[in-house]
């Protein structure tokens, strides 16, 4: 077989059903083998390399099953950098394909080599955001490649992995023999060891103000129903990270949505308050943490930690836990089910706690609930995230981008599943939203997919356009349009004297707000679009867009001088941070709890 062969038929075997790539000399190759095999694997070309690989990224999220990426030698690879450092922090795994020069013309200097230190030099540039670089120089190489880059790809926390396939790697001949498929995510799973577990229940039966702390390793290890059950016969609230969403139903009384400077408040109170918290498959990143300063959402050591992990590497690495278990959450759930079946609890004691965690819940809505109703023009971001909330159907997936948006919909949103509500969380690359959304759609045709992107992220990807139009991929993009990088303009005013500079989008010395207009933008590409700037017509525009089945996108005025109130802190030192706007720091007292 041809070395192309070998990859394609190795992707086929493991049931890839796509690959997202991006045409250059470097990979013809392939491409010419991918051609003999489209009849059982299916190319997607987007004008892109980073929307390829954000939309493998998602789609791994939707489903979690991986597809593959394929990009050229040099310039086209290196624009892949970006969204496998987003996939490598969110934990997302993809097949990142990349072309290089022919092994003979290695240290040569032929065209789009990269060898200033050594030749062929790409996995040294993509090295430190994939779990790791493979880079077979022979064909007989690739079996052994393939195997170990798509098994390495999906075990313990899942996440990017590069091949780096010189050109005749492609065309060259060998007799060889293919290898077996990677086991699938969660094929195989860690548990904790009978004593972990029983030091775990017995902390979590004599807490008095215990929480959960869900991240999105309990979403990848598809632990849904083990954490619904077991926060339903234990009566423990749960925070959730933002990709950790939806894996309780977030209408659930016992959700108490996000935590940190952007979280709701119930979730900053319970978090300071508790006296344990056990954090599963989350990590206390700064903005899930207020940036470790104690008393804002957490107070450890104060507090008594449970924390559970696959990857030893977050286990202490910002609060050294009681009990550290380095286990999969869904066997961690389950093994906690089985040995609270056992001893039976009884649950009075927390009575004070939930009465604590309702009381907070109803401040909460009391202080947020009327912006939730005001209409305006340009409309207030309240609005924008009700109206979706009212609009999409359980079951839809929301592809979120970053900025001043996003925050409002870690703040607000109630994903009803987990695996609908898409995040760039750890790196927070813009252009995730816009253009993951594809993938996610690709994912699950029969679900409505809806992107909430800033205008800043949108125009990063405004191709998107048309790769939705030359494949008839039905999403529909909710550009929240404010006229700047929002968030940053935000940071800007907040820590410089209220002075703003490079941050909005302005036109000519009077700094008359400009933005291009994205409906005819839309348009202009095949696309229908409209452009809402009355709050009344929001949520018809955005019934209507989702029922038309097909690539739609709402310009979606929005004020930018509403800001999300905080509940933590956010500090990048040595710059101050600023108290919450809604309420208050709380220090318990120094000694640990008991
Ligand atoms: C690729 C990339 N460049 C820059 C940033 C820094 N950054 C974070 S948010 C943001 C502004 C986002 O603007 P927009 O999409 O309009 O969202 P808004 O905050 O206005 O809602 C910027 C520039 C980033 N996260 N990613
Ligand atoms: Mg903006």
Avoid at 269 to 278: K, M, Q, Y
Avoid at 312 to 326: F, K, Q, S
Avoid at 394 to 406: F, T
């Amino acid at each position: 077989m041809k070395g192309a062969e070998v990859i394609s038929e190795y992707l086929i075997d493991s049931k890839i059903p796509y690959v997202f790539g991006l045409c250059g000399h470097g990979n013809v190759g392939i491409l010419d083998t991918l051609y003999q095999a489209r009849d059982r694997i299916t190319l997607v070309s987007p004008r892109h390399e980073q929307v390829a690989a954000h939309m493998a990224d998602a789609y791994f999220r939707v489903r979690h099953e991986p597809v593959a990426t394929l990009t050229s030698c040099g310039p086209g690879s290196c624009n892949i950098v970006m969204p496998l450092a987003l996939a490598l922090s969110d934990s997302s795994a993809l097949l990142a394909i990349t072309a290089n020069v022919p092994t003979s013309q290695f240290n040569r200097s032929p065209f789009q080599e990269i060898n200033k230190h050594f030749q062929a030099d790409f996995p040294n540039i993509i090295r430190p955001v994939v779990k790791r670089s493979f880079q077979p120089t022979r064909v007989d190489m690739l079996p052994l490649a393939l195997r170990q880059a798509t098994t390495t790809m999906l075990s313990g926390r899942p996440g990017p992995v590069n091949l780096d396939v010189p050109f005749n790697v492609f065309q060259e001949e060998d007799d060889v023999e293919m290898p077996r498929p990677a086991p699938v995510l969660n094929a195989q799973r860690s548990g904790a060891s009978p004593d972990e577990i029983a030091a775990c229940v017995d902390l979590i039966l004599k807490a008095k103000r215990p929480v959960i702390f869900v991240g999105h390793g309990v979403t990848l290890s598809e632990a849904s129903r083990e954490l619904t059950e077991f926060v339903h016969r234990m009566q423990i609230p749960v925070i959730s990270s933002p990709n950790g969403m939806g894996t309780l139903d977030m209408t659930d009384p016992l959700s108490l949505g996000f935590i940190g400077r952007n979280g709701a408040y119930p979730a900053n109170e319970a978090g300071r308050h508790a006296d344990l918290v056990i954090a599963i498959g989350a990590r206390f990143d700064d903005r899930s943490a207020s940036s470790w300063m104690p008393g804002y959402s957490w107070n450890f050591p104060h507090t008594k930690l449970i924390h559970v992990d696959v990857d030893p590497a977050e286990l202490g690495r910002n609060y050294p836990p009681d009990i550290g278990i380095l286990a999969d959450a869904r066997t961690f759930l389950r093994q906690l089910l089985s040995e609270t079946e056992k001893r039976s609890p009884k649950r009075d004691a927390l009575k004070a706690w939930l009465a604590d965690i309702d009381a907070w819940q109803r401040e909460w809505e009391k202080f947020t609930k009327p912006n939730f109703e005001i209409h305006a023009s340009p409309i207030r971001p309240e609005r924008v995230v009700a109206d979706c909330q009212s609009v999409l159907p359980p079951d839809a997936i929301l592809c979120c981008d970053v900025g001043v948006n996003h925050n409002w919909y870690m703040q607000f949103w109630k994903a009803r599943h987990p695996q609908a509500m898409l995040n760039s969380w750890g790196f927070s690359g813009m252009g995730f939203g816009a253009a993951g959304a594809l993938g996610a759609k690709l994912a699950a045709p029969d679900r409505p997919v809806v992107s909430v992107t800033g205008d800043g992220c949108f125009a990063m990807v405004p191709h998107v356009l048309c790769t939705a139009v030359e494949y008839n991929i039905p999403v529909v993009w909710v550009v929240w349009n404010n006229f700047g990088w929002v968030s940053i303009r935000d940071i800007q005013l907040g820590m410089f004297g209220g002075r703003e500079h490079g941050t909005m989008f302005h036109q000519g010395a009077n700094k008359t707000p400009y933005n291009p207009d994205f409906a005819a933008w839309a348009r202009g590409a095949g696309v229908e679009a409209i452009t809402v700037t009355k709050s009344q017509d929001l949520k018809g525009a955005l019934e209507h867009a989702i029922k038309a089945n097909k690539p739609y996108l709402l310009d979606v005025h929005v004020d930018a001088e509403v800001r999300p109130p905080s509940t933590g802190a956010w500090q990048l030192p040595p710059t101050p941070h600023k108290e919450p706007v809604f309420g208050k720091r709380y220090l318990p007292d120094i000694a640990p709890a008991k």
